[in-house]
């Protein structure tokens, strides 16, 4: 796994810009190239019709401009990749910013955190889901920022387990997610 004392000085690339190995062979990295979109979109598209927004068309279109976004501005937002023997088992997109209410308080927002159901129910699952927590942790580091929040809107029993595991590595449930379609 990935740990904090990876990091590269503040000039250099983090292990998680540049990938690293989190043990027998499971490898999470940022995306570099925007072509890498071919990989994560049948996961991506996995997310979204488990995800409440389900009912909206996927697109592909706009998850090629949103992943060639966060590959351009690299300090702004990242898609990380857990990748095993040339297959992607998960992706988190995530991207830096500031508090609403505070000046000088840089954080993380994950918007989408997948593993893919390939590995749900193995073991398999704690190594990609955490490596990819604790890759986005390092990314966050890197750009200074203090706090990384977790959004997580597929809505299954899946949710309990995720902040049960979250929970045991330091995170803690915050407030409640609510959604109504209005039409």
Not at 94 to 110: D, I, K, R, W
């Amino acid at each position: 796994m990935l740990t904090a004392s990876d990091e590269n000085s503040a000039g250099d690339k983090s292990e998680a810009d540049k990938g690293r190995v989190a043990g027998r062979g499971l490898r999470i990295r940022v995306a570099q190239e925007a072509e890498e979109v071919v990989k994560i979109l049948p996961l991506g598209r996995e997310f979204h019709d488990k995800s409440i927004y389900s009912d909206i068309t996927f697109s592909e279109d706009k998850c090629r401009r949103l992943f060639a976004d966060a590959v351009s501005h690299p300090n702004r937002s990242a898609v990380l990749m857990a990748e095993l023997h040339g297959r992607t088992l998960g992706f988190l997109y995530c991207s830096a910013g500031e508090y609403l209410f505070g000046e000088g308080t840089a954080m993380t927002t994950v918007h989408v955190f997948y593993v893919s159901d390939e590995v749900r129910g193995t073991l398999l699952v704690g190594r990609v889901g955490l490596g990819l927590i604790k890759a986005a942790e390092l990314w966050s580091q890197h750009r200074g920022c203090k706090r990384l929040l977790v959004h997580d809107t597929a809505s299954t029993v899946r949710d309990r387990r995720l902040y049960s595991i979250l929970g045991k590595v330091g995170y803690e449930v915050l407030g409640l997610n609510v959604s109504k379609l209005l039409f």
